[in-house]
């Protein structure tokens, strides 16, 4: 179930990534334009810029965790008999799950505190700026776990 729940997950963010992408170049594209050809900056844009980048960053590092595409230093585990990768890995997937829990908690939190807090000129507030943390942080956990388990499925001789 777990599989397919961070597959249509992963297709989520896959997508919303390619959409804050976007919204995040025809931002910046609209502001240069506005401001160095018409003499006349969208006031928003800045903010909105902002907003659109954070969110596809951090749902890009969701694609990046679930494709494995993430640098790894192998040659070390590479030297150790593949019962102690095993071992290795389930414990680096625990520890990631730890992370990743510890992440979305603190996210909520800041979230919540600073709900008040507003954008000058947006009037939305700046939570919106967080808020992309902790949903990825959850995803992510998930993402985490699926991985763990799928390390103590492995056998021997597919690691």
């Excluded at 334009?33 to 903010?47: A, C, D, N």
């Excluded at 590479?78 to 908690?105: C, K, N, Q, W, Y």
């Excluded at 807090?117 to 992510?140: D, K, R, T």
């Amino acid at each position: 179930m777990l599989p397919k729940i961070n597959k249509y997950l992963f297709k989520s963010i896959y997508w919303l990534t390619a959409l804050f992408s976007f919204l995040f170049f025809i931002m910046v594209c609209l502001n240069v334009f506005t401001r160095y050809v018409l003499k006349t900056p969208i006031l928003v844009s800045i903010e909105l810029s902002r907003i659109f980048f954070v969110w596809s960053c951090f749902f890009a590092a969701g694609i990046t965790l679930y494709k494995q595409g993430h640098i790894a230093i192998s040659f070390i585990t590479d030297l150790i008999p593949s019962r102690g990768r095993r071992m290795i890995g389930f414990i680096t997937e625990a520890l990631t799950v730890v992370f990743f829990t510890g992440i979305h908690a603190w996210s909520v939190e800041v979230v919540v505190k600073i709900w008040k807090s507003e954008f000058p000129v947006l009037g939305i507030s700046q939570s919106w700026l967080y808020v992309p943390l902790a949903l990825i942080s959850f995803v992510m956990l998930l993402f985490s776990i699926e991985r763990m388990f799928n390390v103590l499925k492995t056998t021997h001789t597919q690691i």
